[in-house]
């Protein structure tokens, strides 16, 4: 390296210079000032103090190879300079970030290991301007991505949120909680009250997983959606089933999350299955709705919650997001019962839920 | 440099293996990406991309849906229920909704409690429903939960709306209000001005009386961490509804305001304004000496309220019949003079700004109907900034006419404290020679100046002399 050269001939010099070493082997000095504005170099130098000479050359992050680092000390030696206009260092980023895909994302991960924000925020754009407008075939073929997510998989997102398994369940569950509450309140003295359901929890899994299945309200094919839940269970797969006619992937798709069905196994912290899910304000309800059963409830707490129920079982299909919204607000005011993950809790609590029609 | 070097080695070395080089990138480096994407839509089609990217949509924490695109609006709504029910619970930085289809309200507000719910800071609606009367299109209500939102610092509203901000902790954190008013239906957007105790940017946009039943605005600002102010209104004034800017802003420092036509905006109580900029278009349509009067009161009055400016720039026809205040700490002025009141303003304003150093004139055309033949008459008493203070003055659309060479030439003369003075000429006339020899022939009041003469600005061509 010619700057490494001149520091061996001329032994002082003005500036201050900062030894980095990338894994690839090259140990090379740098000018302070342009290497400082990296933040992890920053950092190095200033709190461990390495990087004052050649044996003790700051390392630098794996990802960061020879090529990248030139190009990243490129763009630090301009950007360092301070009272640079606008408009100059929108040409310099342009022009900068002119090379092949392959070796913007190679760049992306150089500056994102070295925390350069800036740089990753500049790679980061352009790469999301590759991404946009395009179908997911031609993404792939620029990044190389492997197409390995089977069909299902693939046709997971879908149009029809109406026949949305779980919102049905929850439908079904609030209109049974109802009932439950009700008949609570008739046999609360007596030992009936408590409901001992010594179905196993693999039971109630594949009970509500199959009378999700056997629901009329799904357009498409029920069978096949069936035999997919049984054996699909243990997979990744999602609840759902595409429709009969697909979209082209590049209009309106959704995904849910594909881990949640991995929790469909039997354990006893599984609660409703639903509890593991990720989605919060789902969470929440269903805690509400279960923290409600073992609370002592007064008849004026009763009728707001029967009645918000009832609106929900009515009109779940076309607004949940908004009733859940409402019945979170409520529940939040309430004290949360956590579930625990003990055995036997679990089961009883699951018992208490009345599954049977 | 090795570079080069490098670089050929390794893409020897890799060419075989064609790598996947992105999806090695981290979690938050995909999410990142995908959150410069223009459209959520965009994002969520990732997720069949392949298995590494089947999750990073739900990650990421901005979300802008847009039906415009999108006639189908049973398929729109669906798909924001579910990106917002299969997102993850991370945070929604940013919401931006805009919808002219939806038809249940109510779910939107769904859609803005998930939002708020999660965090959001920055909340962009656009919500209007055409689906009654074109000419009153269903009003959409801002939930209050927007009001109270803790973590909202940017909000943006352009639709027809109702607000009713709640009396007390009314937007906590919002620091920047864009609304954008066309056409109004109801005056309760006027409340939202004066409910944002933290608020540093507002902009306010519109357009108003087309119909002969829109309600008269009177938008009282109150903030007092208001620092940039922009209004930008146009008005039909065919039914002569003249909407009300009252501005209290104590710490106001940037003031931008675009009417079409004038209305009446005052500035209460701003004595720290820094870079005012005024437009004020003319009303073709009425050369009454009534519109005259209106348009003499609602300048003086404006312009009373932003003589602390230190850097403004006026465009206004008609200014002639308004009482000017005083600009103590004007620095720099940039003037569009229009050919219906040319050098009468220009002379007031050197009059009343002793502290000016710097001066840009354009000298525009104007169809108002007044004659272009102006003489320049000079000013009693020299104005006191251009014996001293000012030093650079430049003028662009010079004509060479009679008029325009008395006013170089006096500010030329009279100018002791010059020292530049650029002239960018429209040179159909060919007049580079012309001008030099007059300019040339100038006394000129400062010796140190230097004239610079341009002909219009796609022509770098230039000429240049001092004194010497």
């Not at chain 1, 792939?140 to 997971?156: G, V």
């Not at chain 1, 909680?177 to 001992?196: I, M, P, V």
């Amino acid at each position: 390296m010619s700057e490494g050269d001149m520091a061996v001939i001329k032994p002082k010099m003005l500036k201050s210079y900062i030894w980095l070493q990338t894994t690839d082997g090259s140990i090379q000095q740098v000018e302070q000032e342009v290497a400082m504005f990296c933040p992890l170099i920053c950092r190095e130098v200033l709190q461990k103090g390495m990087g004052s000479s050649k044996t003790h050359a700051i390392s630098l992050p794996e990802r960061v190879n020879t090529a990248m680092l030139s190009l990243i000390l490129d763009y630090c030696r301009f950007h360092q300079v301070l009272g640079r206009s606008n408009k100059e260092c929108k040409s310099f980023d342009e022009k900068f970030i002119r090379m092949d895909t392959q070796r913007l994302c190679e760049l992306t991960s150089a500056a994102d290991s070295l925390q350069l924000k800036p740089l990753v925020d500049l790679t980061s754009r352009a790469l999301a301007r590759i991404i946009e407008g395009k179908t997911p075939e031609e993404i792939r073929e620029i990044f190389h991505l492997p197409d390995d997510l089977t069909e299902e998989e693939k046709l997971e997102p879908l149009k029809n949120v109406t026949d949305d398994p779980r919102i049905r369940l929850l439908n079904r569950l609030y209109a049974r909680k109802r009932k439950e509450l009700k008949e609570r309140e008739k046999l609360k003295n007596t030992e009936n009250g408590e409901r001992n359901d010594d179905r196993s929890v693999d039971d109630l899994l594949s009970f509500i997983n199959g009378e999700i299945g056997d629901s009329k309200e799904i357009k498409s094919s029920k069978n096949k959606k069936k035999n997919r839940r049984r054996k699909d269970q243990q997979k990744n797969t999602c609840l759902y089933e595409a429709n009969g006619s697909h979209e082209e992937p590049k209009s309106l798709k959704f995904v849910c999350p594909s881990d949640e069905v991995n929790k469909f196994r039997p354990s006893p912290s599984l609660t409703l299955t639903l509890q593991d899910l990720e989605h919060d304000s789902l969470n929440d309800q269903l805690e509400f709705v279960d923290g409600d059963i073992d609370d002592e409830i007064d008849p004026a707490l009763k009728a707001q919650i029967d009645r918000e129920v009832e609106d929900f079982a009515r009109r779940l299909n076309s607004d949940w997001p908004q009733r859940m919204q409402e019945i979170l607000s409520l529940g939040q005011e309430r004290r949360r019962a956590q579930f625990s993950i003990n055995g036997n809790e679990s089961l009883r609590r699951y018992a208490s839920f009345n599954l049977q029609t | 440099m090795d570079f080069n070097l490098v670089t050929g080695l390794m893409s020897e070395l890799e060419a075989k293996r064609v790598k996947d080089r992105i999806s090695a990138l981290p979690d938050a480096v995909l999410c990142h990406i995908l959150s410069f994407l223009d459209r959520t839509e965009d994002a969520v089609t990732t997720s069949v991309l392949s298995k590494r990217w089947k999750k990073i949509w739900a990650s990421v924490p901005s979300l802008v849906f847009c039906d415009e695109d999108n006639p189908d609006c049973v398929s729109f709504v669906r798909f924001v229920d579910n990106v917002l029910f299969f997102r993850n619970s991370t945070d929604i930085r940013k919401f931006h909704l805009q919808s002219c289809c939806v038809k249940d309200f109510a779910r939107i507000y769904g859609w803005i409690g998930t939002a708020i719910r999660r965090n959001v800071v920055e909340l962009d609606l656009s919500v209007e429903d055409f689906a009654g009367d074109d000419d009153h299109p269903r009003v959409f209500e801002l939930p209050e939960s927007v009001f109270t939102c803790k973590t909202l610092m940017v909000l943006g509203l352009s639709s027809n709306f109702i607000t009713n901000p709640p009396t007390s902790g009314c937007f906590p954190s919002l620091k920047s209000l864009n609304v954008q008013i066309d056409h109004p239906v109801n005056k309760s957007v006027e409340k939202l001005f004066s409910c944002c105790p933290v608020l540093e940017n507002l902009r306010i946009g519109g357009s108003h009386g087309m119909q002969r039943d829109d309600p008269i605005l009177n938008f009282n600002v109150s903030a007092p961490e208001l620092k940039t102010l922009r209004i930008y209104w146009s008005s039909c004034d065919v039914y002569e509804k003249c909407c009300k800017f009252h501005i209290n802003a104590p710490k106001l420092e940037n003031f931008h305001l675009w009417q079409d036509p004038p209305t009446d905006c005052f500035l209460e109580n701003s004595k720290t304004l820094v870079k005012v900029t005024i437009t004020l278009c003319d009303p073709l349509h009425d050369n009454s000496a009534e519109a005259d009067h209106r348009f003499a009161i609602r300048g003086t009055a404006l312009l009373a309220g932003i003589s602390s400016a230190r850097s403004l720039y006026l465009s206004a026809h008609r200014l002639k019949k308004c009482c000017l205040p005083t600009f103590d700490k004007l620095s720099r002025l940039e003037l569009i003079l229009y050919n219906c009141y040319y050098w009468e303003l220009l002379k007031e304003l050197l009059k009343r700004s002793p502290n000016l150093e710097r001066l840009v004139l354009e000298l525009n055309e104007c169809k108002c109907g007044e004659s272009s033949d102006h003489q320049w008459i000079p000013p009693r008493f020299v104005p006191s900034c251009l014996l001293s203070q000012l030093k650079t003055i430049s003028v662009r659309g010079f004509k060479g006419k009679v008029d325009e060479m008395d006013v170089a030439k006096y500010l030329l003369e009279n100018g002791e404290g010059l020292k530049k003075m650029t002239i960018y000429y429209n040179d159909h006339l060919c007049m580079k020679e012309e001008l030099h020899k007059q300019f040339s022939m100038f006394q000129w009041g400062s010796v140190t100046c230097q004239v610079e003469l341009f002909a219009d600005i796609r022509e770098a061509n230039c000429a240049s002399f001092g004194m010497f």
